[in-house]
């Protein structure tokens, strides 16, 4: 098969686009044949090195953890799914070497789900990780039904799935964007804000009332002014700010799960969430794809797509 591959660490200019082995295919495993693959910055950071420290990285290696595909083949005791199913997913294993960046994946079964019908091939491959990351953050600080939500970074990847998710569980979504990005949160459902200097004061002329939960996607001291903001300092999740949980806020590291991949596709054939694509680059420009990942100015998702 093609595969990216970075031999070690370094900059996206260690990434080529060459020939790789077929993955091997574990009993609770299928191998999915890729049409797409999303682009997340922890790719980037895993080939930079930066996350060496937390996880095992092998080389040569394929980055990759977001997949939208067709089942080849499955394992020996992998009922879940059939081959020809189509599916979409959140390939984390254990160790990280053998990512979605390439024609075939062997993704475990607990990873996947099967494709909403209502997402084309790259939109099913840009919501895995993030949308994932958006369902499980709202659902650890308890959004729901009455609510009124701070998202901070709410056109990025995973604030646009988080804005989408909490209207959708009937809350009320106020999201930091810069003015370029207020029409598309408006069109997500949100309720735009500028964020920079002055922003607390901005958000509570927006609700006098008060804004009841937080969500952090951009650090630099955004969990801290959101619980400034909130009655109840334990309902901000932040995804980039570990010291959170010292004031009683919540950490949060996306888990694989097919059950929260099902509720989303739900929302996905029900209307209520879609994925925005910012760039689709084929497989051979993943360097490309992970220095517009690094300018960290996408609106939506970035996509590699596959064969035809």
Do not use: C
């Amino acid at each position: 098969m093609k595969a990216v591959i970075a031999p070690r660490y370094g900059d996206p200019d260690v990434l080529t686009l060459t020939d790789a082995d077929d993955p091997k295919v574990g009993p609770d495993s299928v191998l999915v044949r890729v049409r797409a693959a999303g682009v997340n910055p922890v790719d980037w950071k895993i080939v930079a090195g930066h996350l060496d420290p937390l996880m095992h990285v092998h080389f040569p290696l394929i980055p990759g953890w977001d997949v939208a595909g067709v089942v080849e083949a499955v394992g020996l005791d992998a009922t879940e799914f059939s081959v020809g199913d189509e599916v979409y997913g959140y390939v984390r294993k254990d160790e990280v070497q053998h990512g979605t960046f390439a024609e075939l994946v062997a993704a475990p079964v607990r990873t996947l789900a099967h494709r909403p019908a209502a997402l084309s091939w790259e939109q099913a491959a840009a919501v895995p990780l993030a949308g994932l990351t958006a369902f499980q953050a709202l659902a650890r600080i308890g959004v729901g039904q009455g609510d009124t939500v701070l998202v901070h970074a709410a056109a990025g990847g995973v604030g646009s799935f988080a804005v989408q998710i909490a209207a959708a569980q009937g809350a009320r979504v106020i999201g930091t964007a810069s003015e370029r990005n207020h029409d598309f949160v408006r069109s997500l459902g949100g309720e735009p804000v500028d964020y920079g200097e002055g922003l607390a004061d901005r958000v509570r002329a927006l609700a006098p009332e008060g804004v009841t939960a937080a969500l952090d996607l951009v650090g630099g001291g955004a969990a801290q002014l959101s619980q400034d903001l909130l009655a109840d300092r334990t309902r901000v999740a932040s995804i980039t700010d570990a010291t959170i949980t010292r004031t009683g806020g919540r950490h949060v590291w996306v888990r694989p799960s097919s059950q929260d991949l099902a509720a989303l596709g739900r929302l996905a054939d029900d209307g209520r969430l879609t994925a925005h694509i910012g760039h689709s680059l084929p497989l051979e420009r993943a360097a490309e794809a992970f220095e517009l990942s690094k300018d960290g100015h996408v609106r939506g998702k970035i996509v590699l797509t596959v064969g035809d």
